[in-house]
Structure formats: structure tokens, C-alpha cells
């Protein structure tokens, strides 16, 4: 009987604990921060076409803006310690408390990469969240638009006894307004002289009377007035065709 007795309350003492540890390991700790997860995303300043819905791109020169977004929303992003790393270098300035975006300027470097990586920490000094973003930045781009007849690659046809335009959109030029470029329009090996001022982008060529086809090369350059490492251009071959 006594045996017997001894073995219930060690089965209960057993149960106890067993009971005690899982409330432990299911009872979460006061003052803890919840699990977090940090969120980058990157802007430039580059010029893009209104018609145009992708990524604004950097190119040489450009202001580039790294947000954090931190989730879940009920933590206060204001409560925390923002650590910005570019290219490994500690950025003191842009750190601190409650800063979420980092900005800098590009260096001017085509194909430059940058390496951003954020450390969130919290008013205990622990870190809760990190993530890391590449960018890379890429030369500027012209893409020339018309009407006329693509025949093959870069070749359009151009009938004789008609106006056809010829008009050119830059893409990721650090500009805000289409003046702010220098655009050469070369036809044939000769300077276009009479551009419009009000709309440089954009070269009109009337064609008259043919007798015969003839082949001449299009050339365009396009140049910003604040930045000389920030240039395009691209070629055309051009059929004239009675």
C-alpha cells in the first residue's frame, strides 16, 4: 500500500513539471519584441516617358533614396535604430534613431554597383531585423520613334513626296524637362541646323521628287548640358524610295 502511495506522488510530482516546462517554453517573455522583417526599396531621379511604367534607373550622377519598411506595422518605426552600411562603410550621418531612408549621389561611374545593407535595432540594442540591396547603375539611353516603315533592325523606309518625323526619348537622364539636353541630329554626314527650339527632341525630314533609291545614315547624339558623363546616341539607316 505504501509502495503504492509513493509511486502516485511521484507520478504527480513527474506531471508537475512536466507541467511547468511547457508552460515555459509556450508562455512567450514579457518585454520581447515580436519577430520582425525589414523591407528595402530604392528610387532614383532619372527622367523616364510618361508612357513609360517600369523603374526609373540611375545613371552617372544620379541621387539614389533606400527606404525601410518594417513589418508588422505595430512596431513604431520611430522606437528603433536605423544601421546603414554602403559598400561595408558605416554611414554615421544617415544612421540613428528613427532614420529609415538613406540617400546618396553616385559617383559618376557606369556599371557601379552598390552594396546597401541595413541593421535595425531595438532600445535594447538587439538586432530584430537586417537586409541587404544591390544597385547598379547603367548608362543613360535614347530610343528613336517614327512613323516610317521599319524594314529590318535600325533600316526604315521613307517615301519620296512626304513629311516624315523623327523624334527621340531619353531614359534616365538626370533632368526634368526635354530642354535640359543638347541634341545633334547628323544626316548623311551633315549637321541638321533648323531644330525647333521648343522641340529639339524632334527632327522632320520633307522629302521631294525621287528617281532613284537612295541610302543615308541618321545619327543622333544627345548630351547633357550638367553632366558630360551622362550621353547617348544611336544610328539610323534611312531608304529613300520613289
Known amino acids: 500500500m505504501y509502495l503504492n502511495k509513493m509511486n502516485e506522488i511521484k507520478k504527480i510530482q513527474y506531471y508537475l513539471i512536466f507541467a511547468f516546462l511547457c508552460f515555459l517554453f509556450i ?19 532619372t527622367y523616364t516617358p510618361l508612357n513609360y511604367h517600369g523603374k526609373a534607373l540611375p545613371s552617372p550622377g544620379s541621387v539614389i533614396e533606400v527606404a525601410a519598411d518594417i513589418i508588422p506595422k505595430s512596431i513604431n518605426p520611430q522606437e528603433l535604430d536605423y544601421r546603414w552600411f554602403l559598400d561595408r562603410n558605416f554611414e554615421k550621418n544617415a544612421s540613428g534613431l528613427g532614420k529609415e531612408t538613406l540617400k546618396f549621389t553616385d559617383k559618376g561611374i557606369i556599371g557601379k554597383i552598390y552594396s546597401i545593407r541595413l541593421e535595425v535595432v531595438n532600445q535594447t540594442g538587439s538586432i530584430i531585423a537586417s537586409a541587404s540591396q544591390e544597385i547598379k547603375t547603367i548608362k543613360p539611353e535614347i530610343f528613336l520613334e517614327t512613323e516610317a516603315l521599319l ?41 541638321a541646323s533648323q531644330i525647333s527650339e521648343n522641340n529639339p527632341n524632334i527632327f522632320t525630314i520633307e522629302t521631294g521628287q525621287l528617281t532613284q533609291t537612295i541610302e543615308q545614315e541618321l545619327k543622333i547624339s544627345v548630351e547633357s548640358d550638367k553632366n558630360i558623363f551622362q550621353k547617348a546616341q544611336t544610328t539610323a539607316e534611312l531608304i529613300f524610295r520613289p
Open 27 to 45: 508562455t512567450p517573455v514579457q518585454g520581447q519584441d515580436p519577430r520582425a522583417e525589414v523591407i528595402l526599396t530604392w528610387s532614383t531621379n
Open 151 to 191: 524594314l529590318d533592325s535600325s533600316k526604315y523606309l521613307v517615301l519620296a513626296n512626304q513629311e516624315t518625323i523623327f523624334k527621340i526619348q531619353p531614359y534616365f537622364f538626370n533632368i526634368k524637362t526635354l530642354s535640359e539636353l543638347d541634341y545633334q541630329w547628323i544626316l548623311n554626314g551633315t549637321k
